[in-house]
């Protein structure tokens, strides 16, 4: 019984000819088409155990036949299927639209033509970084300034292709993410405002709430992820540059606009010690941003005090 689910044998790699043939194939057939749906990335296989890689890159000539197809002046949409993030940085310049479709499974072609056809609005975030190269790896938000390139970008005279020059851990690009965590589109717009802690300052163990106003200011129905960061901007061991907080999901309406609460108390302000072995809550001073994704930019202040 066990034999008979075990996988058939793999079909044996493409020669040279065939590989440049089934490569000029594609480039013909998107020659002769309206659009294209560029459907690229890796093999399931080769996501998993014992299956990392050096390069983040698409596998193959991947991106090669990409810009060809680009280059016939034609629309054309690119839908990623992967289990890792991928270095899609030529794609990120060059491609109108990109669908992150990760492995959707068997029914995952049905959900992809909705939302290509326009039958679902998308509202999914990324739940990690896109990093520029596998060389940024580990790449993550909530790291410590003593590894943060990004938090202050200080230009340096000469430039490297592409952008200026940043004065901390990379010559040749910039240290910022391709996509950050928390990144997601759709075919709506959204601008958030007003955002306000009740309680800008509290004692040890007191508790605030912030609110923000979201509006929908595109031209269809759609949902925004809410999030919330912190920043404790000093105390007893190094604190993290942000911490998501809190999340909110929210469906609008064209030209709606909703006021959203989260809660700031000891739950989201404390930490886990590792000099002390124990939770703490610091008497600090802290910044508190509200936004689509982990570089939001609507900021307020808050303290605790003893």
Not at 85 to 105: F, Y
Request: proline share 9%; glycine share 10%.
């Amino acid at each position: 019984m066990f034999e008979a689910f075990m996988p058939g044998p793999k079909k044996p790699p493409q020669t040279p000819e065939q590989a440049e043939a089934a490569f000029q194939q594609a480039v013909e057939t998107a020659r002769g088409a309206d659009l294209v749906i560029a459907v690229m990335g890796e093999r399931a296989d080769m996501s998993g155990e014992g299956a990392s890689r050096a390069l983040l890159d698409l596998p193959g000539r991947q991106e090669e036949l990409l810009k060809v197809v680009v280059a016939l002046g034609k629309p054309v949409v690119l839908v990623l299927l992967n289990g890792r993030p991928l270095s899609v940085n030529w794609a990120a310049d060059n491609v109108p639209a990109i669908l992150e479709a990760w492995e959707p499974g068997t029914e995952g072609g049905h959900a992809v033509a909705d939302v290509l056809f326009g039958d679902v609005n998308p509202g999914g975030k990324l739940p990690v970084t896109f990093p520029r190269s596998g060389a940024h790896c580990p790449l993550y938000y909530a790291h410590n300034r003593t590894h943060s390139p990004e938090d202050a970008p200080t230009p340096r005279e000469g430039s490297f292709e592409g952008g200026p020059m940043y004065s901390v851990r990379y010559w040749d690009g910039a240290p910022t993410p391709l996509y950050p965590f928390g990144h997601g589109l759709s075919y709506t717009t959204f601008a958030f405002s007003n955002l306000k802690v009740d309680a800008p300052q509290l004692k040890v163990g007191g508790k605030a709430t912030v609110s923000v106003d979201v509006a929908n200011t595109g031209s269809v129905p759609g949902d925004e992820v809410l999030q919330l960061y912190v920043h404790q901007k000093a105390g007893s061991d190094s604190r993290p540059v942000r911490e998501l907080k809190g999340f909110r999901r929210l469906t609008l309406k064209p030209g709606e606009t909703q006021t959203v609460t989260f809660p700031l108390g000891p739950d989201e302000l404390r930490y886990w010690s590792t000099s002390q072995q124990k939770w703490l809550q610091d008497a600090e001073a802290f910044d508190v941003w509200v936004g689509s994704d982990s570089t939001a930019t609507l900021h307020a202040d808050l303290t605790v005090v003893p």
